[in-house]
T-cell receptor
């Protein structure tokens, strides 16, 4: 199956950039995703990247994909207190395209 | 549109009791999923469905059953609850497209005493 690994915690100061990293094992992954979970809420799709891309930018968010190293990162520019949340990396499960496998999540704490 | 709605939001059970969690989506999605979220373990897939009348096992199906009698609803049942099933349960749904973008409900916090 798909193993998706992330660090558990990241703390940054407001205004700085945040970089959340993820590694995955399934090289056949077509789409890779970043989801955001705010306290007490469900997950929301933040952004996603197709495996034939190296980078995708969406306003303050930049996704970088290194297929050789199976490494995915999410950069948040000018991090705000409202960005405090848990961020999940996810990808299709090797056991079936219908399934999505999630990492453990990285809790981002933004210090004012 | 309501999106994905889960009921109830909170529930406390005693060991051995049964209950059903309901998930309803109004986006005409073909796929529906049940996940559980535990600290430090991310989300783990319990069961999923690729269409009305069909269900399949995920990573952690033991102790749970599901049914999808209508396209818009996906039920998760616990026949005999155990403390190990204390968790936050999330339902999600998606279209039948290659990009498996999931839409999540707000979750059900279940405690089994």
């Amino acid at each position: 199956g798909e193993d998706v690994e992330q660090s558990l915690f990241l703390s940054v100061r407001e205004g700085d950039s945040s970089v959340i990293n993820c590694t995955y094992t399934d090289s056949s992954s077509t789409y890779l995703y970043w989801y955001k979970q705010e306290p007490g809420a469900g997950l929301q799709l933040l952004t996603y990247i197709f495996s034939n891309m190296d980078m995708k930018q969406d306003q303050r968010l930049t996704v970088l994909l290194n297929k050789k190293d199976k490494h995915l990162s999410l950069r948040i520019a000018d991090t705000q207190t409202g960005d405090s949340a848990i961020y999940f990396c996810a990808g299709p499960h090797s056991g079936g395209y219908q399934k999505v496998t999630f990492g453990t999540g990285t809790k981002l704490q933004v210090i004012p | 549109n309501a999106g994905v709605t889960q009921t109830p939001k909170f529930r406390v059970l005693k060991t051995g009791q049964s209950m059903t969690l309901l998930c309803a989506q109004d986006m005409n999605h073909e796929y529906m999923y049940w996940y559980r979220q535990d600290p430090g373990m991310g989300l783990r897939l319990i069961h999923y469905s690729v269409g009305e009348g069909t269900t399949a096992k995920g990573e952690v199906p033991d102790g749970y059953n599901v049914s999808r009698l209508k396209k818009q609803n996906f039920l998760l049942g616990l026949e005999s609850a155990a403390p190990s099933q204390t968790s936050v349960y999330f339902c999600a749904s998606s279209y039948l497209t290659e990009d498996r973008k999931l839409f999540f409900g707000s979750g059900t916090q279940l405690s089994v005493l």
